[in-house]
């Protein structure tokens, strides 16, 4: 059973065209992440979320942490070519397994011109 | 500066060779992480170092050796890998160890590993 459950996991879109990744869980996290991943790329941190209900935006980027801080989803406005990438959640672990950064299946976003 | 520098960037090897993959920060970062990626997959962690001592092995075959020489450097000594063991290793690092849940972790841009 994965600790995060991101949906969908592939997305291929028109430019100009609205669209939401969702990222589920059982658990309750203090904190989350969303990284976008470029081809050939490392992980770069887009937001981190911690307050259940939060609601972030980066740009035509839309985050929002559930009430409950058990999911999260990223919506992106009139996507563009240059949002293609594989856009992960992810979580941190604490205590004794610290630094364990768990990520969801990942979402890989296709965006034509 | 917020970069952590991974070198080389490809590497091809056999699977009788033994290579290195090397990493540095100039960040002040005290945890330090490798992470192996296959395509359209997510990273997998492999390590984490905290103030330059092993704290997390995520049950890693032996063939492959971290090795943390000082706070700014990490490397990853591979010898006699498997064709399976292509991907791209991404080294990784945060501000803090313990208790830091809430730093950053800055990646690297990978070395894209392929054993023939």
């Known amino acids: 059973t994965q600790l995060l459950e991101q949906s969908p996991q592939f997305l291929s879109i028109q430019e100009g065209e609205n669209l939401t990744v969702y990222c589920n869980s059982s658990s309750v996290f203090s904190s989350l992440q969303w990284y976008r991943q470029e081809p050939g790329e490392g992980p770069v941190l887009l937001v981190t979320?911690?307050?259940?209900?939060e609601v972030k935006k980066l740009k035509r980027l839309t985050f929002q942490f559930g009430d409950a801080r058990k999911d999260s989803s990223l919506h992106i406005t009139a996507a563009q070519p240059g949002d293609t990438g594989l856009y992960l959640c992810?979580?941190?672990?604490?205590?004794?397994?610290?630094?364990?950064?768990?990520f969801g299946q990942g979402t890989i976003l296709t965006v034509h011109p | 500066d917020t970069e952590v520098t991974q070198t080389p960037k490809h590497l091809v090897m056999g699977m009788t060779n033994k290579k290195s993959l090397k990493c540095e920060q100039h960040m002040g970062h005290r945890a330090m992480y490798w992470y192996k990626q296959k395509a359209k997959k997510p990273p997998e962690l492999m390590f984490v170092?905290?103030?330059?001592?092993?704290?997390i092995n995520e049950s890693v075959p032996s063939r492959f050796s971290p090795e943390c020489p000082n706070s700014s450097l990490l490397n990853l000594h591979l010898h006699a890998l498997q064709p399976e063991d292509s991907a791209l290793y991404l080294c990784?690092?945060?501000?803090?160890?313990?208790?830091?849940?809430?730093?950053?972790?800055?990646f690297g841009e990978g070395s894209w590993l392929t054993v023939v």
């Open positions: 979320v911690v307050t259940g209900g």
């Open positions: 170092y905290s103030y330059e001592k092993l704290s």
């Open positions: 992810a979580v941190r672990a604490g205590g004794t397994s610290y630094g364990k950064l768990t």
């Open positions: 990784a690092s945060s501000l803090s160890g313990p208790g830091g849940s809430g730093n950053t972790i800055y």
